[in-house]
């Protein structure tokens, strides 16, 4: 009877994780708690629910980096505030990590469930930077590899968010594809400093999603190809690439913040290819550029530095 009792208790578990996984791959078909809508409170302080913070770990300072804004939300009754701090006589980043978050690295442990193929990841933000400091977004799509008993990363992202921006203002950063692979987790990662943190540094963020869908992007020819120089640039770009086939190619400049600043339509043929792009232009000035170039066989996107 005992016996039985045990076998029934280890399926009633089983089918329970079967449910929670299910659950989570519903749940988390787009970022979890994306509004900030969700918050746990804490002795003294809120927790952004399914968001990794420094909160905890500040807590016995009274300083508290992730913040409920509650006043003018871009939508919804609430957003994040992020904040750069002293907490005890160290500077804290307002970080926050959808998923777990180290402490002492300030890294991501980890993500939340999916399995799809965003161009892009937006969201609305306000921000400031003091002195040189700015604001930091970053992400990335990874897949568990069997083999290496490593994650594989299959696209990521890297923004800056420049300047200052008091009202609230749409962002959209593309991600750059590395695989063809479809991932299985993703992580969104925000902080109010980059670096060198500065005190009193700051974003706020509400509305994050993902958008579009990657379809055939960075196989074949022309990811395994495909070569930006020099970069960093300062008049011009230089795009490599191989074409199986004679098309035409569309390019795309876009700034740090995903505003187009840039494009053109070029004739290529099969076999090796270099396009030229013009950074003249007064709306390309010195910062983090995503170039893209689209063909018949997908669409690749690289991260040009400009310097002038």
Do not use: C
């Not at 578990?13 to 509004?35: E, H, R, V």
């Not at 609305?124 to 990874?142: E, N, P, R, V």
Request: glycine letters at 8%.
């Amino acid at each position: 009877m005992l016996l039985l009792e045990t076998k029934l208790k280890t399926v009633k578990k089983f089918l329970y994780l079967i449910s929670f996984l299910a659950f989570a791959a519903t749940t988390f078909a787009q970022i979890p708690n994306a509004g900030f809508e969700n918050w746990t409170s804490m002795t003294g302080y809120d927790l952004p629910d399914l968001w990794g913070n420094l909160n905890p770990s500040t807590a016995s300072t009274g300083v508290f980096t992730a913040i409920k804004g509650t006043s003018g939300p871009a939508s919804g009754a609430f957003y994040i505030k992020l904040t750069t701090k002293d907490a005890g006589g160290s500077i804290k980043p307002g970080l926050i990590v959808s998923g777990l978050l180290d402490p002492v690295t300030l890294m991501p442990l980890s993500g939340f469930p999916y399995t799809s193929r965003p161009e892009k990841l937006t969201g609305k933000w306000q921000h400031m930077g003091y002195g040189a400091d700015a604001a930091t977004i970053s992400a990335w799509l990874t897949k568990w590899n069997s083999v290496s008993h490593m994650r594989d990363t299959i696209a990521s992202l890297s923004a800056t968010a420049a300047g200052m921006l008091h009202t609230w203002g749409s962002f959209s950063f593309p991600y750059s594809y590395s695989s063809s692979s479809n991932p299985d987790t993703a992580v969104v990662m925000i902080s109010s400093s980059g670096k060198l943190p500065v005190k009193n540094s700051f974003i706020w963020i509400d509305d994050l999603a993902f958008d579009g869908t990657v379809t055939g992007i960075e196989s074949g020819k022309l990811v395994s190809t495909m070569s930006v120089f020099p970069n960093p640039a300062s008049d011009i770009a230089n795009i490599r690439f191989n074409s199986s086939k004679t098309e035409q190619a569309a390019i795309r400049l876009l700034d740090n913040i995903g505003n187009l600043v840039y494009q053109s339509k070029e004739d290529i043929s099969a076999g090796p290819n270099q396009l030229t792009v013009n950074l003249e232009s007064e709306k390309i000035h010195s910062g983090i550029f995503f170039l893209q170039v689209s063909t018949s066989e997908g669409t690749v996107t690289r991260k040009l530095v400009v310097r002038k």
